[in-house]
C-alpha cells in the first residue's frame, strides 16, 4: 500500500509541519487496521505474509519517532504541549505519550492464549518497565520542581524589566531546562520502544499481529473520541 505518512517536503521546520505529518500518519494507520485482523485469518503462506505486515506497521512507528524527535529538538516545548492533539488525548499523555506499561493492557486484552513461560516473562518485564517508568516521571517531577524555584519565577515575573546580566541568566535557565526536558523526552521514548520490541520478543507472530491491531484500534479510537469532543465543546460554545 501507499504510505502518504513519509515526511511532507520542510518549507518550514518539522514542528510546524508536524500536525500535517500527524494526520497522514494516522490515516496510514487506518489502512493498518483494515489490513491486520484479514493476514491473521490468511492460510497461505501465514508466517511470511504476517511477518511481512508487522514489519510494515514496525517502520510506520519507527518513522513517527524519527519525526517527533526531530520536531522535539527544534521546540521541546511545543512537543510536550501538543497542539496538534485533541484536548482529551492530551489528558492521556506521559512525558509526550502514552505510557509504556499500557502495552501490557493491550496484551491483556488482545492475547488470550499466553503459555504459563509468556505470562512469567510478561509480568518480569512490566515489573521492570515500571520501575524506569517511575524513575522518569520523578525526573520529570524534578525539572517542574525546578521551573517553580524561587529565582526562576522571581525572573520570569520580572521579564519586561531584566538588565543585561538578568536576562543572561533567564536565557541559559530556559537553556538547561531545554536540555532536561530533551533527556527525559529521549529516555520516556526510548522505553517505549524498548518495550514493544521486548514484549514482541516474548509472543509469537499471530499473537503480535494482534497485539498490533489492539494497540492501532487503541489509538484511532483515542483519536475519534477526543475530536469528536472537542468539536462538541466548539458547538455548545
Not at 527525559?184 to 509469537?204: H, P, Y
Request: aromatic share 8%.
Amino acid at each position: 500500500m501507499s504510505n502518504p505518512s513519509r515526511p511532507i517536503p520542510h518549507s518550514a521546520s518539522v514542528i510546524e509541519n508536524f500536525g500535517d505529518f500527524y494526520n497522514a500518519w494516522l490515516e496510514t494507520q487506518r489502512g493498518f487496521l483494515e489490513q491486520l485482523p484479514h493476514v491473521l485469518q490468511i492460510s497461505d503462506f501465514k508466517e511470511e505474509r504476517q511477518l511481512s505486515l508487522i514489519n510494515q506497521v514496525l517502520a510506520h512507528y519507527q518513522l513517527y519517532h524519527e519525526e517527533i524527535s526531530k520536531a522535539a529538538g527544534e521546540d521541546v516545548f511545543r512537543v510536550f504541549s501538543a497542539p496538534w492533539l485533541s484536548s482529551y488525548e492530551r489528558t492521556l499523555l506521559w512525558i509526550c505519550g502514552f505510557k509504556p506499561s499500557i502495552v501490557f493492557r493491550l496484551v491483556d486484552g488482545a492475547v488470550k492464549d499466553l503459555t504459563p513461560a509468556q505470562a512469567a516473562s510478561m509480568e518480569e518485564l512490566k515489573a521492570n518497565v515500571k520501575r524506569k517508568e517511575r524513575d522518569l516521571t520523578e525526573a520529570m517531577a524534578r525539572l517542574q520542581e525546578t521551573v517553580a524555584a524561587p529565582p526562576i519565577v522571581g525572573l520570569a515575573r520580572r521579564a519586561g524589566r531584566l538588565v543585561d546580566g538578568e536576562v543572561c541568566e533567564m536565557e541559559n535557565a530556559i537553556e538547561e531546562l531545554k536540555i532536561g526536558m530533551l533527556r527525559v523526552f529521549n529516555g520516556a521514548d526510548l522505553l517505549r520502544g524498548s518495550t514493544m520490541k521486548q514484549v514482541m520478543e516474548i509472543l509469537r507472530t499471530d499473537q503480535t499481529l494482534r497485539l498490533l491491531a489492539a494497540a492501532t484500534e487503541f489509538q484511532l479510537r483515542i483519536r475519534r473520541w477526543g475530536v469528536q469532543r472537542d468539536l462538541q465543546r466548539t458547538r455548545a460554545i
